[in-house]
């Protein structure tokens, strides 16, 4: 081991040690907290904690280098991952909130009065949260990886193991702090080497400020090399694929069950939006730096090393080559690398950068760490809600009402080592990058629960038999549009990641036509939509609104 | 317990809706207007880089979080109009929470 290694190494394993003795110490104060009222996270260290949960190894490790490789077109991750959030602010939480069931099956069961709704809902939770951890697993992969200098496959076996004793080793319930914790370190990661690379390129440490001529500069070589401008709009794909994947992004965003589920932790409407508004801030400042984290890199990539002889090329590269996301081949036998004979896997970019960089051992260790981070708490979230739509609302609301809380419980943890097994399994080949695997998840989320919950809350006309036909009818279209699109037959060259723009607009038809030619849900439903119009002081009951002024019913 | 007349319960909704309406519109015209529009918009330059560009990366998601806290302010505001009081929201929300 060198000592680049041990430095990462140690670096890793310290977070793990604090990650794992908050967990200790918020338990033990739970449970003495358990009989006293729950007074709910403040919306600040709310939103906080939905950043950790939110931004994965997709965010952290992938987005950068799509940016890196796509150029403009790699933005509709940055807009779509952000301006989810203000669907999900304006259109879902709050009125979820008030509804007061916070897993989507729960939900989705209770306001249609219906089981073969609710069976549905779990399982598509089930099928979407699966996608997504793939994507997870094999992020985690890309860093032990290139941790122990092997191929990513091998860190990937590592990663599920490690995955999979963190989440089953209980204490995930109540993780706020957990996260919170993560939040703080995958945030100081990410942004420590931009803001050296930032003083290194251009003397500012402001990298949001000074990025935009270093566009500009990379847009100048590109056309002096005879490629499109890095700034150039819709040279990688067709404007249609990044409408539809903006859309299905957004749309994807606020349906995602594991991301509902944060809006739990707080206390009434307002905090609601108070917790989304903190939540994007906070998800922010990473995904207004990782532009300038593609633009820094791409730009030391082509002045630095593209131009350097064969034979003098810097250390990184030898180790990233092992890993297999890194290729360089001298194709005209010149003797000098040149910067189209550099094929950059997306995966490694925002790993690679400080060394890139030459930012020193301790910045790669914390980027490693951060990296780490991001994974854990994604994925974490992912396994509960995994094994809360099996244990919860299939076991338990479908199977056996009767069961004890130890048999729910042995049945969560089963879900747990099941998917992350095969999960696993699947990521070790992983069929796509990660920011494309976790583009899929995002479709089937839209595709699947955006209309029926939207529709849900605001059109109390809507029915259990629309729900039912809007997810089923939503969910194939998805997954059939995606396997078409991987095997190149598209629509107005939609790719396979912007399934959702066909997947959400099947998905309302189907529920309001289906609604409207049924008969309509039953009274008290339709109530309690009405309900959610108003704070909680306010109650609709009979046609008529009462508030709630303390002086009894 | 004390009736609302309907008037106002309607009032209420009414304002909230409108806030979310603008909102969202201002969230997409920023984002897929000026995408809509990209190549209308990189003649112009802003901070060193095409318009469009800048807008996908920074001034899209800025105006997002704007936007957010602009409207928990703002909502805020309408909530105490209509006299709401959020510590009476947070003993009835908590005590209706479905558990388990």
Request: charged share 15%; glycine share 10%.
């Amino acid at each position: 081991m060198d000592a680049q290694t041990l430095v990462s190494l140690g670096l890793i394993l310290a977070t793990f040690a604090l990650y794992i003795g908050i967990s200790i110490f918020n338990r033990a104060k739970q449970t003495s907290d358990f009989y006293v009222a729950s007074r709910g996270i403040p919306p600040f260290w709310n939103g906080m904690a939905i950043g950790g949960d939110w931004m994965s190894a997709a965010s952290f490790i992938g987005m950068a280098g799509t940016v890196l490789a796509l150029g403009y077109d790699g933005l509709a991750y940055i807009m779509g991952w952000t301006g989810g959030y203000l669907l999900l602010t304006f259109l879902l939480a709050p009125q979820l909130r008030k509804y007061g069931r916070f897993t989507v099956p729960e939900f989705i069961g209770d306001r249609f009065d219906s089981n073969p709704a609710r069976l549905i809902a779990a399982i598509a939770t089930v099928i979407i949260s699966f996608t997504y951890i793939i994507g997870q697993l094999s992020g985690s992969g890309v860093v032990i990886g290139r941790l122990f200098s092997i191929p990513a496959m091998y860190g990937t076996m590592i990663g599920v193991v490690i995955i999979a004793i963190y989440a089953t080793l209980g204490g995930m319930k109540g993780v706020t702090w957990t996260q919170v914790a993560q939040y703080i370190i995958l945030i100081v990661a990410y942004i420590i080497p931009i803001v050296f690379m930032s003083l290194q390129v251009s003397g500012n440490p402001l990298p949001w400020l000074t990025y935009g001529n270093v566009v500009d500069e990379i847009g100048a070589i590109d056309q002096e090399l005879g490629l499109s401008e890095y700034f150039a709009p819709f040279a990688e794909s067709d404007k249609s694929q990044f409408i539809a994947l903006l859309f299905t992004l957004m749309v994807g965003t606020s349906a995602l069950p594991h991301v509902i589920v944060r809006f739990y932790t707080v206390t009434t409407m307002k905090a609601a939006r108070w917790s989304g508004a903190w939540a994007l801030l906070f998800i922010g400042f990473l995904y207004l730096s990782a532009p300038a984290y593609a633009a820094f890199s791409r730009f030391i990539l082509m002045t630095q090393v593209a131009g350097q002889p064969m034979d003098e090329l810097p250390g990184w590269t030898d180790s990233w080559i092992n890993t297999g996301l890194l290729e360089i081949a001298d194709q005209d036998g010149d003797g000098v690398l040149d910067w189209t004979e550099i094929a950059v896997g997306n995966d490694m970019v925002v790993m690679a950068t400080p060394e890139i960089a030459n930012l020193g051992m301790f910045v790669i260790g914390l980027v490693a760490a951060g990296a780490m981070a991001a994974a854990l708490s994604t994925a974490g979230g992912l396994l509960i809600t995994i094994s809360s739509s099996f244990a919860h609302d299939i076991y338990y609301r479908l199977m056996n009402p009767k069961a004890t809380d130890q048999r729910r419980l042995n049945a969560g943890r089963i879900a747990i080592v099941l998917s992350t097994v095969v999960a696993g399994l699947v990521a070790l080949d992983p069929p796509g990058v990660i920011t494309q695997i976790v583009a899929w998840a995002f479709a089937l989320a839209g595709g699947t629960f955006f209309p029926v919950l939207f529709l849900g809350v605001w059109w109390k006309r809507m029915n259990s038999k629309g729900a039912v036909a809007g997810m089923l009818v939503g969910l194939a279209s998805t997954l059939c549009y995606i396997f078409l699109a991987m095997n190149d037959i598209m629509l107005f060259g939609i790719q396979d990641t912007g399934a959702g723009v066909i997947g959400v607009p099947i998905n309302f038809l189907a529920c309001v036509i289906v609604s409207l030619v049924t008969a309509p849900p039953a009274q008290h439903l339709q109530d309690d939509v009405i309900d959610l119009r108003y704070p909680e002081q306010m109650t609709y009951k009979d046609g008529e609104v009462w508030m709630n002024d303390g002086t009894g019913k | 317990m004390k009736k609302v007349d309907k008037e106002v319960a309607d009032a209420y909704f009414r304002t909230r809706t409108t806030l979310i309406v603008i909102f969202l519109s201002i969230g997409f015209l920023v984002s897929f207007g000026v995408v809509a529009f990209a190549e209308f918009f990189s003649q112009f330059k802003f901070l060193g880089v095409e318009f469009h560009y800048y807008m996908g990366s920074q001034g899209a998601v800025v105006i997002f979080i704007l936007c957010l806290f602009l409207n928990a302010v703002l909502s805020d505001n309408v909530d105490k109009k209509y006299g709401i009081d959020d510590d009476a929201n947070a003993s009835i929300s908590s005590g209706k929470t479905v558990d388990h």
